[in-house]
């Protein structure tokens, strides 16, 4: 049996990790990861009339020992659109909703910087005095890169965010606010320094990566992802490309490539309404148990309920 096999595009599936068996006496934490959530437009107008978007799905998140979601959109009252295609800027009242059931975001993403660094600088302010913890960004390069630690029943696990997706202009730098861009060379010695220095048990980094509206991750995607599981991370989570992208094992770790959209309107197509709920068991030997959980987003961009609609096929491929 070869070491990686690859999902191809469904909606939903479910895998039991060999370690799972040597591990079945160990303490175990419950993660659940969430996609895109832009929180701007219709979305923000909803959680302004009393609307919770997340509420369908109020039970898993809830349940979970530890939520996480990627934050697609600045949370800000300051600054100005910068010059691109899409900006989207949420008011922070919408964070009262979001911390009802998120623990943690990643702020690693191309529309955290839509309105320069004041807003970012606000947005920081913002979700530390709504007790939202974030990763992949900071006021600088070093607090961008620094691993979120979070600690349940006993297991440390570190976050790590990283973007690759234009305008780089929204990397963090020296002395200015940002995100943590995607180098590979700085992400190996991020993950590394998770382990040592922080005494993480584990590391999951989240990437913002991938073409849009690719249902395959690309040779890139795939070449990075092993590179940071031989560097010691436990899984790779993803997203970005506004559609789920299957997964992967790859020397026994998950590679989830993108979890598409979780909060976002304007989407008309299907497949880019699809999204995944990721539900993960970790204890210190990493993950044991994990599958996802289908929704598909309304005319508003609100994730609603959705059974399963296939299995999910296999095939054995070589490692690259």
Known sequence: MCNS?????????????????????????????????????????DIAK???????????????????GNLECVV???GKAVEKPWTFRARPEVLKTLGKHFHAVSIANNHTGDF?????????????????????????????RVPLMIERKGIRIALLGYN?????????????PGVAWAVEEQMVADIQNARTQYKADVVIPYLHWGWEEYAKPNRGQKKLARVLLDAGADLIVGAHPHIVQGAEIYKNKPIVYSLGNCVFDGFTKKSLRIGW????????????????????LDERGTPRRLPDLATPSERCDKDD
């Open 5 to 45: 096999f690859i999902f191809c595009f469904c909606v939903s599936f479910a895998v039991l990790l060999p370690q799972s068996i040597l591990a079945a006496k160990d303490e175990t934490v419950r993660i659940v990861f969430a996609g895109d959530i832009m929180l701007d437009l219709l979305p923000g107008e």
């Open 50 to 68: 009393g609307k919770d978007p997340f509420a369908d799905f109020a039970e898993l998140l809830d349940g979970a020992d530890l939520s996480i």
């Open 76 to 78: 800000a009252t300051t």
């Open 116 to 144: 320069g660094h004041d807003a970012f600088l606000e947005q920081l302010a913002f979700l530390k005095k709504s007790k939202i913890s974030y990763f992949g960004g900071g006021k600088d390069i070093s607090e961008a």
């Open 164 to 176: 690759e997706f234009k305008p780089r202009s929204f990397e963090a730098g020296p002395t200015w």
């Open 277 to 296: 709920f990721l539900c993960l068991d970790v204890t210190k030997t990493g993950v044991t148990r994990w599958h996802t959980v289908p929704l598909l």
